[in-house]
């Protein structure tokens, strides 16, 4: 059949196309994004880029004494089961209680919607794990690094302490840290990460990415909210 | 070794798939770079769509914040099942584009 009498919207197949002359510039940005996007996706899962990112947001731990240990919220279900962030923190702190580097253990941490609080799920757990009561100090009514730095500051001033071990995860560390040296403490870190700076699994190194682009914008926010 | 693993097999696979399109199937090799743009498109498709939903969700996070006084997580906005969604959205979106852009107006609204 004779298919070289066309309507003019279909290309004849055998004329040269050059690669630009029906790209769109749209489509031309499109496709630098796409490859850019491409690229860092590699770059983020098979070099060491993110181990590098994250052990430079990191603050190294320094454990000594002092006289509480705050060990800051990472979220719970409904059920009352711990994320594994929040459970490794409340693990730290309870170890470095019961090896006697302070002796008052605060847990902090909300509810999710109608369940037990975190830092209710938490004493619980460190009083299974030999914590005295009298030892244990909860705060529940604390969403963000920062309220959490103002109501457990006033507190422990309240109590006369100055001197905690601060337990989070290395990347937060450092915004931690200045928000609870803000209101008066004298901040030692002590951190408890669940995933290793040095993972060099793929979905490692995505996480770590994710971690530290997360620490990044939140350090920024807090930056510009005056926080910091 | 380990680390390196998934990227030897995905490429294993696309020589793979290379070899059977043009030796088998006689695919052509100007169709394949023309395949590979579709592709990047797609993908640059889906990062706006997922910079608009983080953006958006950040927005509407913090603007819930102040509304109802109480707290609403921003780690809300950055579920990692929003980068597949953003895919979705994306390829969607580019196909339209391109289907609205061949059709050239003929043919609106009709069946196909």
């Known amino acids: ?228 | 070794m380990e680390r390196f693993f998934v990227l030897i097999l995905v490429g294993f696979t696309s020589v793979g798939a290379f070899l059977v399109g043009v030796g088998a199937i006689g695919l052509s090799r100007e169709c394949l770079r023309r395949a590979i743009g579709k592709m990047l498109n797609g993908v640059g498709w889906t990062l706006i769509f997922f910079m608009l939903n983080l953006t958006v969700g950040m927005a509407i996070v913090l603007v819930g914040r102040l509304l109802m006084r109480g707290f609403v997580p921003l780690y809300l906005a950055s579920d990692v099942t929003l980068l597949f969604l953003s895919l979705l959205q994306g390829l969607t979106f580019q196909w339209w584009r391109e289907w609205q852009t061949s059709s050239g107006g003929q043919g609106m609204g009709t069946g196909g």
């Open chain 1, 1 to 228: 059949m004779e298919s070289r009498e066309r309507s003019d919207d279909v290309k004849p197949r055998n004329l040269p196309v050059s690669k630009f002359s029906t790209v769109s510039h749209w489509e031309c940005t499109c496709r630098v994004l796409g490859l850019v996007g491409v690229i860092l996706f590699l770059a983020f899962a098979f070099t060491p880029l993110p181990n590098l990112l994250a052990q430079r947001l990191a603050t190294p731990s320094r454990l000594e004494r002092a006289e509480a240990i705050v060990v800051l919220g990472a979220g719970v279900s409904e059920d009352g089961v711990l994320g594994s962030n929040s459970l490794r923190r409340a693990i730290q702190g309870i170890v470095l209680q019961r090896k006697g580097l302070a002796s008052l253990l605060v847990l902090t941490g909300p509810a999710t919607n109608k369940g037990p609080t975190e830092a209710a799920v938490r004493a619980a757990l460190a009083r299974d794990l030999g914590v005295s009561q009298d030892a244990i100090i909860t705060e529940e009514r604390v969403w963000t690094t920062r309220e959490e730095a103002i109501r457990i500051g006033a507190l422990l001033r309240d109590r006369q302490v100055r001197r905690i071990l601060l337990v989070t995860n290395s990347q937060h560390m450092e915004r931690a840290r200045r928000l609870f040296e803000r209101v008066g403490l004298e901040v030692l870190p002590a951190t408890a990460d669940d995933i290793s700076d040095s993972d060099s699994s793929p979905e490692g190194r995505l996480e770590l990415m994710r971690i530290a682009l997360q620490e990044i914008i939140a350090r920024l926010y807090y930056r510009m909210a005056g926080y910091l």
